[in-house]
């Protein structure tokens, strides 16, 4: 199996900075993607960013130029600058990955991490 842990949220004022991290770890042939969603309440889920194994990056319109995603090997990253109170919700780590080995069977998976709060007091 996969797994996805998440970690850095918590309690910042507005204009401030979080810095969330996510590992991945498990039985994982390659990773395809990683990236990171949020739901605030009464919301829906939604992309924040993500980054494929070509480079590709990909932010919400809401987020671009004050987030910063990037991958390094299994570990996935995002720095939140100028933070505002409706970037609070729960972040969620997403990877796209090919689990097993060649000798078990390869297959594909979409990992979820367990969310982390994000909280943007005004």
């Known amino acids: 199996q996969v797994q996805l842990v998440e970690s850095g949220g918590g309690l910042v004022r507005a204009g401030g900075s979080l810095r969330l991290s996510c590992t991945a770890s498990?039985?994982?042939?390659?990773?395809?993607?990683m990236g990171w969603y949020r739901q605030a309440p009464g919301k829906e889920r939604e992309l924040v960013a993500s980054m494929d194994n070509s480079g590709r990056i990909n932010y919400a319109d809401s987020v671009r130029g004050r987030f910063t995603i990037s991958v390094d090997d299994a570990k996935n990253t995002v720095q939140m600058n100028s933070l505002k109170p409706e970037d609070t919700a729960v972040y969620y780590c997403?990877?796209?990955?090919?689990?097993?080995?060649?000798?078990?069977?390869?297959?594909?998976?979409?990992?979820w991490g367990q969310g982390t709060l994000v909280t943007v007091s005004s």
């Open positions: 997403n990877a796209d990955v090919v689990a097993g080995t060649s000798q078990s069977g390869l297959k594909y998976l979409e990992v």
């Open positions: 498990g039985s994982i042939f390659s990773i395809n993607s």
